[in-house]
Nanobody
């Protein structure tokens, strides 16, 4: 059973920074990719950023240049450094891991961590 545990959310003023962490219960190289999604009230969950097992990264246009996804393979941890936070970044942030066995894809989710940006 894969477990993803997020931490690092909180309340921050606009323009500030936060770093989210996601610790996986297994070797993160076993996942095709790991990433962060977010869901604001009344909105659909959206992809924020992901990092593939090869180290390729991808970002949503709204966070490009402000957020950075990285990983520490020794700690089985993926990070999301969020700088220049805006009110629109307020959401619950979820860690996601995607794994393929060659036949099917499996999605794993963390419990979410709240990020609130105030003016």
């Amino acid at each position: 059973q894969v477990q993803l545990v997020e931490s690092g959310g909180g309340l921050v003023q606009a323009g500030g920074s936060l770093r989210l962490s996601c610790v996986a219960s297994g070797n993160i190289f076993s996942f095709n990719r790991m990433g962060w999604y977010r869901q604001a009230p009344g909105k659909q969950r959206e992809l924020v950023a992901y990092i593939s097992s090869m180290g390729t990264t991808n970002y949503a246009g709204s966070v490009k240049g402000r957020f950075t996804i990285s990983r520490d393979t020794a700690k089985n941890t993926v990070y999301l450094q969020m700088n220049s936070l805006q009110l629109e970044d307020t959401a619950v942030y979820y860690c996601n891991a995607l794994r393929s066995n060659g036949i099917a894809m499996y999605d794993y989710w963390g419990q979410g961590t709240q990020v609130t940006v105030s003016s």
